[in-house]
């Protein structure tokens, strides 16, 4: 009752798209039974957590904030809606993102961009962004609304919402949570995200969902041993080697923010860690690889709304081919029309080479600098955002995907590799702003990173 009360005061926000009422109410109603008559099912028993409008949620609306899927209906709960059902969590409500998650400021829904809490105020006509494209998830989570939530993280998703809201953001190891259920933007890099304000609270999150599931084939098959809370309880800092990339200090870096980068680095060299500035070469390209490899992707991801199978359909009779036609144009925001035609173009036989095999090529060698770096250290420290939130004035100046090669430059070469990525706030910036830093480590090393994460909180 009380997040349904932060939710109505917090309206002006346009954190969520839809709130589930009904399911959240008979959900926490059976909570209440149990904690009353049995045991709670699990520590997530009656804790509402909010959930990313591109996962799926049985019965209730998944419109991931296009057009195309705005009366969706999903017949199937996405594994980790269920996982979270099962552990006895109350789904409150499906939050807003950037059309089928394209972006990184949650600008770009046709339910109207979300507005950050950190730095509003009624009386303004302009306000800081949330970040994105989970922006929805992190402003619910920032406001009180919910306990944690689910974002989706393709680039950088949950850790760039993460460091504007001033929360703790998980991107974990690729393969480690199903992706049943999450609508697809780029299948070889898409990983549910976690937003919590706490370190304990994203490991609770992550225990809850993490492990092998049957029907996703790029999911692990080793059994998920459950992180001990709290994760730093052993961790001994001392002779740890940390890398600091010095490619990551792009030229667009706040000052603020590179203070606050060299400030952490030596509170953790007199913790006892080893600080080590390393070299990364390829990290330069991993913005235009990314940029290729997502719109092929994307190119073949959306030729499945056509108007038939899901979703909207255009009232255009003249013959299947102008329905298919009239339905895209309409259904679909001028970005993801964008990626669709230039993923075509590069997947054309004579540009394939040229383009996307080649961004596979470079993916791997930005893929090998991660393995090469993590032969020297255990732990990258590194901004997750080059400043703190920019107002929505300013941010829409720039074109998106202007906009992402720069908000993604510091997440996005984790998603390349797989490699798991948490972003921590640290301070506040000398206009009130959440300043936030990145952690990197090998792939399935999420403990190490949330008790190094949980040394920082
Ligand atoms: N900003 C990037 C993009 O638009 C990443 C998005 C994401 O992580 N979902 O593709």
Redesign the pocket.
């Known amino acids: 009752d009380a997040c349904m009360k932060r939710i109505e005061k917090t309206k002006p926000l346009n954190m969520f798209i839809t709130i589930s009422e009904k399911l959240a109410k008979e959900q926490s109603e059976k909570s209440s039974i149990r904690y009353k008559t049995q045991k709670p099912k699990s520590v997530m028993d009656g804790i509402p957590i909010a959930i990313k409008d591109n996962f799926c949620t049985k019965d209730v609306r998944t419109s991931c904030g296009s057009m195309m899927l705005q009366n969706f209906i999903p017949p199937y709960n996405a594994t980790v809606c269920q996982k979270l059902i099962d552990a006895g969590a109350v789904l409150i409500g499906k939050t807003n993102l950037d059309e089928f998650?394209?972006?990184?400021g949650t600008v770009d829904s046709i339910f109207g961009a979300t507005k950050n809490i950190w730095g509003y105020k009624d009386d303004l006509d302009d306000f800081h962004i949330p970040g994105g494209?989970s922006g929805g998830s992190a402003v619910a989570v920032a406001t009180g609304s919910c306990f944690g939530a689910f974002g989706?993280?393709?680039?950088?998703?949950t850790r760039n919402p993460a460091s504007y809201c001033g929360l703790v953001g998980l991107k974990p190891t690729y393969g480690l949570i199903s992706r049943l259920g999450l609508i697809p933007?780029v299948n070889s890099m898409d990983v549910p995200g976690i937003l919590t304000r706490t370190v304990d609270d994203c490991v609770y999150m992550l225990n809850a969902t993490a492990g092998p599931d049957p029907k996703d084939s790029t999911c692990v098959s080793m059994p998920y041993s459950p992180i001990r809370i709290p994760p730093a309880a052993n961790l001994s800092i001392k002779n740890v080697k940390i890398g600091i990339p010095k490619e990551y200090a792009s030229e667009y870096l706040e000052d603020e923010v590179l203070e606050t980068w060299n400030e952490v680095a030596a509170l953790l060299e007199n913790a006892g860690a080893i600080i080590k500035q390393v070299s990364m070469p390829h990290t330069e390209l991993s913005i235009v690889c990314y940029s290729i490899l997502?719109q092929c992707e994307v190119a073949s991801n959306m030729a499945r709304y056509d108007g038939v199978q899901y979703g909207f359909r255009a009232t255009e009779n003249s013959s299947t081919e102008q329905m298919y036609a009239k339905t895209r144009s309409l259904g679909f925001n001028s970005v993801v029309k964008h990626r669709i035609l230039t993923g075509n173009y590069f997947l054309l036989n004579r540009n394939y080479e040229k383009y996307f095999e080649k961004a596979l090529k470079v993916r791997r060698l930005i893929s090998n600098d991660f393995d090469n770096v993590f032969e020297e250290v255990q732990i990258l420290l590194t901004p997750t955002t080059l400043t703190t939130a920019p107002l929505f004035s300013d941010y829409i100046k720039k074109s998106n995907s202007e906009q992402?090669s720069q908000?993604?430059f510091c997440t996005q070469p984790a998603n390349m590799a797989g490699i798991p990525a948490l972003s921590i706030p640290i301070k506040l910036s000398r206009n009130g702003l959440p300043l936030s830093l990145q952690l990197m480590s090998k792939n399935f090393s999420e403990a190490t990173l949330l008790a190094f994460g949980k040394f920082l909180e």
Not at 101 to 104: E, K, W
């Open positions: 998650a394209m972006g990184s494209s989706s993280d393709t680039g950088g998703s933007l997502n992402c908000q993604d």
